[in-house]
């Protein structure tokens, strides 16, 4: 299904990170999270979405949480030293990290953007984030992760 690399693969590649690739199919157009994990038949808590939002400063930032939670954008804007943070509209998304939505991956967009993954994260031996495009998931180590992108842990999720 994936023809050639996608930029998070030759990315991860690059730096010896290692990661498994799943592929579904897309053709129903359900491509949000909890859809994905249906289809590749993985418990949603391991299943992890890419969101892009702006800080008061105007500088872009990126967090990785569970496809079934809700990014508290309090936690988000502390978590980034800002004092708001707001999600960039959907038609901005390509622009900015060189994704569409429904395939944005925190590895490899045009820039390297401060990003947060959620704590959860690192309490499991493997999570699942985009590979790049829709249809192509990524499973790796959320560490690996951490340091592909220079990530930083935070708390980043409504409570429910």
Not at 28 to 46: F, M, Q
Not at 66 to 93: C, F, N, Q, R, Y
Not at 143 to 152: C, M, N
């Amino acid at each position: 299904m994936a023809q050639g690399k996608t930029n998070a693969m030759r990315i991860l590649d690059s730096k010896k990170i290692s990661y498994e690739l799943i592929t579904y199919d897309s053709q129903d157009g359900k491509i949000d999270g909890v859809s994905v994990a249906e289809k590749i038949d993985r418990d949603p808590k391991t299943v992890y979405k890419t969101l892009v939002a702006y800080g008061n400063s105007k500088q872009v930032y990126v967090f990785i949480i569970p496809v079934e939670d809700e990014l508290d954008l309090k936690k988000a804007a502390k978590a980034a030293g800002e004092k708001k943070v707001e999600m960039i509209p959907v038609k901005d998304i390509q622009k900015l990290t060189g994704y569409i939505r429904g395939g944005c991956s925190p590895v490899g967009m045009k820039k390297q953007y401060p990003a947060f993954i959620a704590i959860q994260a690192l309490k499991l031996d493997r999570i699942i984030v985009s590979g790049g495009k829709i249809g192509l998931q990524m499973e790796m180590n959320p560490h690996d992760l951490i340091q592909a992108i220079q990530g930083k842990e935070a708390d980043l999720c409504k409570i429910v």
